[in-house]
């Protein structure tokens, strides 16, 4: 267990009130902004003077209140010295890569990531002439040995999707440390649970789209690291993140504000209720998967990567053999039970699944998922906040039942 409070760190991040004194922040929705003396106005755009120094904002791609403001609040919850947000999980991990690597470099990856991160890495940056490897991220001997001279960047999941492998985060970042590498970790899953850049990872990406936000009503990212790593992303000349464009709408930004104040609670609450129906389904001989459990095989290692006092997360998987018993027990569990929703996506107050072989996981190829142990059959479950436990418990019980996946 870490002793690092996210939520603490939160609470004492500098409080931005509205512009009436409001208790909510205000939202600047312009894209553009007067400055009030133009001697100054090649300074501003030099980056030499922002608001806080003498300056003012300039243009809502540059910088824009309300965003900065959620930039301020998740550089705190992840004890990092700032934040960069974006339109999307994706913007967020692309132009993080595409600003370490230039044509010709590598890139060393776990081979169990999120779909759209496989495709890009598999498909859209050998491109552009960057290429990567995977590598089973739980054997450091494997990932030491896929190090060539061009490799630039280590990148894993803090809990791999979707099969929850658990990557070590304090030694993969050893290892990067030693051979030269930025380590990169999709912390998408485990917001609170567990601060990767407290352990050693270089740069923390997520997409808030998920748990951060937890409504399922927007798209949006971020990019958590060091200052110098974001000035880069910014630079007029070459900043991927100021040429490449994906800019975080203030509208988004005060919307995602708005709901970390409760993503502490929610985050105890969706690991409670997932703790209990993995217990529950274990007790069954359900094929569960779920680092709370103490039979998870990296049990031991996720719990000592975890910051105090938030459970396990909510997420588990179901493994079902094949697609047609997975569909069997997603529908029953939808149509017959109100269990939750037939849905990809995660982090929403209700509880979605979907078979993530023919769905999320798609893009990779079978023989990469069957190297990854992704089964057709595995169901990912990310089990909401809604509802008696009581009750949901029953709902599951009997769907498994039903299905005949319980032998117990
Ligand atoms: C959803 C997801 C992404 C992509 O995020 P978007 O907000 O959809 O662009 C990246 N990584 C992980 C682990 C995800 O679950």
Do not use: W
Request: charged share 15%; net charge negative.
């Amino acid at each position: 267990m870490q002793t690092y409070s996210p939520e603490q760190a939160l609470a004492e991040a500098k409080r931005e009130f509205g512009e009436h004194g409001g208790v909510t922040p205000s939202i600047a929705r312009s894209s553009t902004f007067t400055v009030m003396d133009p001697a100054i106005m090649p300074e501003i755009f030099g980056g030499i003077r922002g608001p806080e120094n003498g300056g003012c904002f300039l243009y809502s791609r540059h910088f824009n209140p309300t965003v900065d403001i959620l930039a301020r609040y998740l550089a705190a919850i992840e004890g990092t010295e700032a934040a960069v947000c974006t339109a999307s999980g994706m913007s967020a991990i692309s132009c993080t890569l595409l600003q370490l690597c230039n044509s010709g470099d590598h890139i060393v990856a776990s081979n169990t990531i999120y779909g759209g991160t496989h495709a890009l890495l598999k498909e859209l940056l050998p491109q552009l002439g960057i290429t990567a490897a995977f590598v089973d991220i739980s054997d450091l001997a494997a990932v030491e040995a896929a190090i060539t001279d061009r490799t630039r960047i280590l990148y894993a999941e803090t809990l791999g999707n979707p099969t929850l492998k658990v990557s070590d985060i304090p030694a993969l970042s050893g290892l990067a440390r030693r051979r030269n590498l930025t380590f990169v970790v999709d912390n998408t899953f485990c917001p609170m649970l567990v601060s990767p850049a407290r352990l050693g990872a270089d740069i923390v990406v997520y997409s808030l789209t998920k748990f951060m936000n937890g409504a399922s009503d927007l798209i949006a990212g971020a990019i958590c690291t060091n200052k110098a790593m974001i000035h880069r992303l910014m630079d007029l000349h070459t900043g991927r993140i100021m040429l490449l464009g994906p800019t975080m709408d203030p509208r988004v930004a005060f919307d995602v504000i708005q709901r970390l104040p409760h993503l502490a609670i929610r985050m105890k609450e969706h690991g409670r209720r997932a703790a209990a129906i993995a217990e529950h389904l274990a007790s069954l001989n359900v094929p569960v998967c779920y680092p709370g459990l103490i039979t998870h095989p990296q049990h031991d290692l996720f719990s000592s990567m975890l910051n105090d006092g938030f459970g396990y997360g909510g997420m588990m998987t179901i493994d079902c053999g094949d697609q047609i018993k997975a569909d069997a027990l997603l529908s029953c569990l939808q149509n017959q039970e109100d269990f939750g929703y037939i849905a990809v996506s995660l982090g929403y107050f209700d509880t979605l699944m979907s078979c993530s072989s023919s769905t999320t996981s798609s893009e990779i190829d079978p023989k990469d998922q069957h190297r990854m142990g992704l089964s057709p059959g595995l169901i990912r479950l990310s089990i909401g906040l809604t509802g008696s436990l009581h009750i949901r418990i029953q709902q599951i019980d009997r769907a498994v039942k039903a299905v005949g996946l319980a032998s117990a």
